[in-house]
Nanobody, 118 residues
Framework: QVQVVESGGGLVQAGGSLRLSCTAS????????VGWYRQAPGKQREFVAK????????YADSVKGRFTISRDTSNVYTAYLQMNSLKPEDTGVYYC???????????WGHGTQVTVSS
């Protein structure tokens, strides 16, 4: 069993910042990639950012230059999403997805709510 837990969400004014954390635990040996996704009310879940080992990072156009995904250098099972210059349209539930080394070995967290007020 692998557990993925997100934290760090909350209510922030437009222009503010939040840092989300994602921690994986349980029977996972190594993390190949970590991705952040979000789902706004009434909308489909959408890609936000991804960090792939040995490859690099990729971002959705809507968050480029404002969000940064990173891995914890002291804990390989923890990743972050630094969100700056937040906009009301960034509001939603943010989910973390962790990919193991084996194709199809994917694990989702239950999400953390981010609300940006105008």
């Amino acid at each position: 069993q692998v557990q993925v837990v997100e934290s760090g969400g909350g209510l922030v004014q437009a222009g503010g910042s939040l840092r989300l954390s994602c921690t994986a635990s349980g029977s996972i040996i190594s993390i190949y990639a970590v991705g952040w996704y979000r789902q706004a009310p009434g909308k489909q879940r959408e890609f936000v950012a991804k960090d792939t080992s040995g490859v690099g990072t990729v971002y959705a156009d809507s968050v480029k230059g404002r969000f940064t995904i990173s891995r914890d250098t002291s804990n390989v099972y923890t990743a972050y999403l630094q969100m700056n210059s937040l906009k009301p349209e960034d509001t939603g539930v943010y989910y973390c997805k962790v990919d193991g080394l084996i194709r199809g070995d994917e694990h989702w967290g239950h999400g953390t709510q981010v609300t940006v007020s105008s």
